[in-house]
């Protein structure tokens, strides 16, 4: 079993920068692939970026692509979000999930565990 929780949200200014982190408690932590994903009012929830047990391979939408950046520490048992460049469409819940196998998904059905999510709003 594994336990996220993710941290580092907040309210910034079009254009700023947050670092999300996704704290694991449990075992095996360094064998999942990890994903970002996030759910704005109204909207259904959707993949922001994944990343291999190893960290060697990344996932991005492309709405995102070239602003964030995931990745992760097993040695921390973390994983992170760097955001750059923020838009108001960036606003919305955020995700930290694991999957029970290496590789990350890019559908929440493939994933086990979820955090609760840390609020990100970007003013315009």
């Known amino acids: 079993q594994v336990q996220l929780a993710e941290s580092g949200g907040g309210s910034v200014q079009a254009g700023g920068s947050l670092r999300l982190s996704c704290a694991a408690s449990?075992?095996?932590?360094?064998?999942?692939?990890m994903g970002w994903f996030r759910q704005a009012p109204g909207k259904e929830r959707e993949f922001v970026a994944g990343i291999t047990w190893s960290g060697d391979i990344t996932e991005y939408r492309d709405s995102v692509r070239g602003r964030f950046t995931i990745s992760r520490a097993n040695d921390k048992n973390s994983v992170f979000l760097e955001m750059k460049n923020l838009k108001p469409e960036d606003t919305a819940l955020y995700y930290c999930?694991?999957?029970?196998?290496?590789?990350?998904?890019?559908?929440?059905?493939?994933?086990?565990?979820w955090g609760q999510g840390t609020q990100v709003t970007v003013s315009s």
């Open positions: 999930a694991g999957t029970r196998g290496i590789y990350y998904g890019l559908s929440e059905d493939e994933y086990a565990y």
């Open positions: 449990g075992r095996d932590f360094s064998n999942y692939g």
